[in-house]
């Protein structure tokens, strides 16, 4: 799969920051708003920081 680059931007009224997900991604893997997805945060053996991200819950619209 294609790699892409993402911007972390601020999320007014709190600290934490938001990714988004480039719409080719979203319509490839048929990602929908209310899908929940688990993070895994590590450094790989080149000392790189990785963000690992895996869908835990599909959300099924019609």
Same mark, same amino acid.
């Given at each position: ?16 920051? &938001?990714?988004? %997900?480039? /719409? ?8 929908? !708003? ?10 790989? &053996?080149?000392? %790189?920081? /990785?963000?690992?991200?895996?869908r835990?819950?599909?959300? !099924?619209?019609?």
């Amino acid at each position: 799969m294609k790699m892409f680059t993402v911007k972390a931007r601020a999320r007014h009224g709190t600290n934490s920051l &938001d990714l988004t %997900i480039p /719409v080719k991604l979203v319509k490839d893997l048929d990602i929908k !708003e209310g899908d929940v997805f688990s993070v895994v945060a590590f450094k790989n &053996d080149d000392g %790189i920081d /990785v963000l690992e991200y895996r869908r835990v819950f599909k959300i !099924e619209k019609t």
